[in-house]
């Protein structure tokens, strides 16, 4: 006798049609979310899915073929902060969703998922939804122990009754934008190493003198040109002009900046990445792509690669090597740790580990 799926005891009637999920911000975050999405479709195609987002992340998966609809979540600052909130209420359906998936355990996501209309709210207890989110949702998730960030998200179609296996990414690209990465890629002479400069936290990122360093190994020493990538925010450029104020490398090719679309083929079509724990090294993992993971301030058994790619971490988290800290969400002040050796003794795995494709 096995026991009843736990969403056929929310959902008698059969599955759920109108499923909404709320997960506003953060890349990576948004890239953890589409093998749920896709679990979802896998198990009830005919289900409708909605998700609530914010335009950054919006731009990254607006055309994936799992997701129906998005509702884009604009806040504004000061005292129209309220108004944002009001806004996107007005663009839920009048008819309840049967499903919110309230991803998200910040304060202004548990808003939005108290605001939408529906049946059932899952999410995280007590024990893990941060600013009372807890109060938001009638259906949550049992806390047993930290893990990967992507498995936490497992939990909800784990908690459902759903199998999340295989995971599934599935970022999709336009003919225009294949048409863009082939004549970039075709214009360098040798394949490109993607390298990620900073982040907008600065606790996460590595040292300008460290990237110089790289960078000019990786020109002379390891057969590749170095693309820099990135976003726009004045501490990736920041870092990224003081690298290569400081470099020796002269095959560079920079293109920080707003295009993440561009950012996302980049890395596509790249032999390698190296990357601080941020959005890309999320997005190169779906990718597929192989990528040198640089962490002293997360821990990578919690927002590492996930996977896959984990023999490739420079891991300044752990205070001397080889030492078995546990998975947790505390922060560390390690990415001193991290050496350029560390990076490059990473780089040649990748490169005899995971031949091109």
């Avoid at 998730?141 to 498995?151: L, T």
């Avoid at 990135?230 to 090719?253: F, H, M, Q």
């Avoid at 990415?335 to 560390?342: A, C, I, L, N």
Wanted: contains cysteine; glycine residues 6%.
């Amino acid at each position: 006798m096995t026991d009843t799926p736990r969403w056929k005891e929310l959902f008698p009637e059969g599955p759920p049609l109108e499923i909404c999920i709320v997960m506003l911000s953060a890349i990576g975050d948004a890239v953890h979310v589409l093998p749920v999405a896709n679990a979802l479709k896998r198990h009830w195609p005919e289900s409708r899915i909605t998700w609530v987002i914010q335009p950054v992340p919006h731009r990254l998966v607006a055309d994936h073929p799992a997701i129906d609809d998005f509702l884009i979540f604009h806040r504004r600052r000061g005292l129209d902060a309220w108004e944002s909130f009001r806004d996107l209420a007005r663009q839920y359906p009048q008819r309840p969703y049967d499903l919110v998936l309230g991803l998200q355990v910040y304060l202004k996501a548990g808003v939005l998922t108290a605001l939408a209309p529906a049946r059932v709210k899952l999410g995280f207890d007590r024990h893990r939804a941060r600013d009372f989110n807890w109060l938001f949702t009638n259906e949550r998730i049992a806390f047993d122990g930290q893990h990967h960030v992507q498995d936490q998200y497992f939990e909800f179609l784990q908690h459902l009754g759903l199998d999340p296996h295989p995971a599934v990414w599935n970022i999709p690209f336009s003919t225009e934008e294949r048409r863009a990465q082939s004549t970039f890629f075709d214009e360098l002479d040798r394949p490109a190493c993607a390298v990620v400069v900073g982040t907008s936290k600065r606790r996460k990122n590595w040292t300008p003198e460290g990237y110089a360093r790289v960078l000019e190994i990786l020109e002379s020493d390891m057969g590749l040109r170095p693309v820099l990538v990135g976003g726009p925010s004045p501490v990736e450029r920041e870092i990224a002009d003081e690298t290569l104020t400081l470099t020796r490398a002269r095959t560079v090719v920079d293109t920080l900046g707003d295009d993440l679309r561009r950012l996302v083929w980049i890395l596509d079509g790249s032999r390698l990445v190296i990357s601080p724990d941020t959005g890309p090294l999320h997005i190169a993992r779906a990718l597929e792509t192989p990528v040198v993971g640089l962490y002293g301030y997360t821990n990578p058994k919690r927002t590492g690669p996930w996977r896959r790619y984990q023999d490739l971490v420079v891991d300044g988290y752990a205070r001397f090597p080889g030492e078995a800290y546990p998975v947790s969400p505390e922060y560390r002040d390690g990415m001193s740790r991290v050496t350029v050796e560390g990076v490059m003794e990473k780089v040649e795995l990748a490169l005899e580990k995971y031949p091109a494709g």
